[in-house]
């Protein structure tokens, strides 16, 4: 006992009990917890934010564009930068170990092996008109007439929620889903009739054409500039 207790110096740390300094933890589970759970949910499961760990998700979006939405955020919208050259507290290969940590743990081999997926990003121009046809075939039962909500679906056309969300952003749910909140991805909106890449094109231009110049302002502008 006595030449155990010798063994560390008196007034010495213990091996591994140094605290890392924030720039040098490279553990997933705590860089997830403290720089993404407060909005996509502890273990990815969702919450005001998408779940991260939707394997729907992580089949459409790869590495490289995850780790780009990560370091560089996603301006006008809620999704800071965290990346240190755009302002973050993050170095490059911390955000390289929350992206590996992210499809290492929560993505599954052949989530869509017998799909077809529409892409991650638009490929070509959405139409509003063929975009409100849509709407109504797919997203209207939940979502509610002019996108105003109802019992079954929150309001997707309310001003201030459009002006927090980029297109991509509204691509990326109408594809997914919300499945933390039992909305559907692409395939399970209309029974056996998945949305066509290009109607969640269409249904993406619609939904930005209701964006409002002055979301939540209780009125007009120029009414505001005379008082």
């Known amino acids: 006992m006595l030449l155990s207790g010798c ?5 010495q740390p213990q091996k591994g009990s140094e605290i890392l300094a ?7 589970g705590t860089l997830y917890a403290e720089n993404c759970a407060g909005c996509h949910g502890a273990e990815g499961r969702g919450s005001a934010a998408i779940a991260l760990s939707d394997p729907v998700y992580l089949a459409i979006a790869d590495d490289t564009v995850m780790r780009k939405v990560i370091a560089n955020g996603v301006r006008g919208t809620s999704m800071p930068a965290f990346a240190q050259s755009a302002g973050g507290m993050l170095t490059d290969k911390q955000i390289d170990v929350i992206t590996s940590g992210m499809r290492s743990r929560w993505s599954r081999q052949g ?3 017998a799909a077809n997926p529409p892409s991650y990003a638009a490929t070509s121009a ?6 409100e046809l849509a709407y109504k075939t797919y997203c209207e039962a939940c979502h509610g007439s002019g996108g105003r ?3 079954k679906g929150s309001a ?14 509204l691509r990326t749910v109408v594809i997914t889903g919300r499945p933390e909140l039992g909305a ?4 399970g909106d209309v029974s056996g009739k998945p949305m066509s890449d290009q109607e969640v094109t269409d249904v993406v231009a619609w939904l930005a054409s209701r964006r409002v110049q002055n979301s939540g302002q209780p ?5 505001y500039a005379q008082h």
Do not use: M
Not at 7 to 11: D, V
Not at 126 to 131: E, V
Not at 184 to 187: E, G, I, L, S
């Open 149 to 151: 909500g109802s019992a």
């Open 156 to 169: 997707i056309t309310d001003g201030s929620f459009l002006a927090l969300v980029s297109d991509q952003g």
């Open 111 to 113: 989530t869509l092996a």
């Open 184 to 187: 559907p991805d692409w395939r």
């Open 7 to 11: 063994a560390s110096p008196h007034g």
């Open 22 to 28: 924030p720039n040098e933890v490279l553990e997933f």
């Open 219 to 223: 009125y007009a502008a120029s009414n």
């Open 126 to 131: 959405g139409n509003t008109g063929r975009g």
